[in-house]
């Protein structure tokens, strides 16, 4: 698809003046914000996956400037977070008329952290996942039974401001979101704008229990996780385990440690009442 197409037949006969900006592979977080701060943008729109919104966001970060969403990722999982419509015009409607959302992001080593991030098993398959050829539901299958037969449980230390956790675990969570991309449900108490993010312990695992979320987009089993809140946390591996933030594989680390950023970040989302009001108008 030819976004930039699409978006100048949307744009035609509206009062908008619109400038692409491409991003390279290298491309900075400063770079985008230079280009936007200097054109007076009211809205910087991220045309991607969550690797993409990830970069943008970090451009916009205490700016004031909103930052609009066109899908056009693998997975998209902060849009569908968001429910942002994956077809274009839609999405841009969204863009110029939808509500301004503020929410809340984490720092997770260092990298801005959106929706999700995770160390051991998830972190493992999003690498495999990575690998492929090909992406959507089965590819993200196939890297959970590529790495399903090397899973390990971590010995970890979750040091939340005065509480201290010692525990086993496959994976752990730090979520802002409560889904991923393929639409498994992680986090069922997640929102983006509470001031606090959710730690996420899978205690045990199955290779059942990773395809019935997978396929029926149902929460893990309860008496196998364990959920706590709080704005920040350092966790402590006993060996190196694998990390990812926002569907980007990091690499392996012993040690993790997430803080909250509150409302430093405004998103264009539909506004669901209007919505709900035009499709009973029909």
């Not at 970090?58 to 977070?81: C, D, R, V």
């Not at 942002?84 to 952290?113: F, Q, W, Y």
């Not at 979520?175 to 069922?188: E, F, L, V």
């Not at 001031?195 to 229990?209: H, M, Y």
């Amino acid at each position: 698809m030819d976004y930039r197409v699409e978006i100048n037949n949307w744009a035609q006969g509206k009062a908008f003046r619109i400038s692409f900006f491409e991003i390279s592979s290298n491309c900075l977080p400063e770079q985008i914000r230079v280009e936007a701060i200097g054109l007076a943008a009211h809205r910087v729109v991220a045309i991607g996956g969550d690797g993409t919104i990830k970069l943008v966001a970090e451009a916009l970060m205490g700016t004031k400037i909103p930052i609009g969403i066109i899908p056009a990722g693998s997975a998209n999982g902060l849009a569908k977070e968001l429910n942002i419509p994956t077809d274009v015009k839609a999405a841009m409607d969204v863009v110029v008329s939808g509500l301004t959302r503020k929410i809340h992001t984490v720092r997770v080593n260092g990298e801005l952290c959106i929706h999700l991030s995770d160390i051991g098993l998830n972190a493992f398959m999003v690498k495999r996942f990575n690998s492929l050829e090909h992406r959507g539901m089965w590819a993200y299958i196939k890297a959970a039974w590529q790495v399903f037969g090397s899973r390990y449980r971590m010995r970890v230390q979750i040091q939340m401001n005065e509480k201290k956790i010692n525990l086993r675990a496959f994976m752990i969570v730090i979520a802002n979101g409560t889904r991923y991309g393929t639409g498994a449900i992680i986090n069922p108490i997640g929102t983006l704008d509470d001031r606090l993010f959710e730690i996420v312990v899978i205690k045990k695992i199955s290779l059942w229990e990773v395809f019935k979320t997978l396929i029926s987009l149902k929460p893990y089993n309860p008496k196998m996780t364990a959920v706590y809140q709080t704005n920040s946390v350092e966790i402590l591996s006993n060996r190196a385990a694998h990390f990812q933030v926002d569907g980007e594989y990091i690499g392996k680390v012993t040690s993790i440690q997430a803080d909250l950023i509150a409302d430093d970040l405004e998103v264009m989302v539909p506004d669901l009442e209007e919505s709900v009001l035009n499709i009973n108008k029909k």
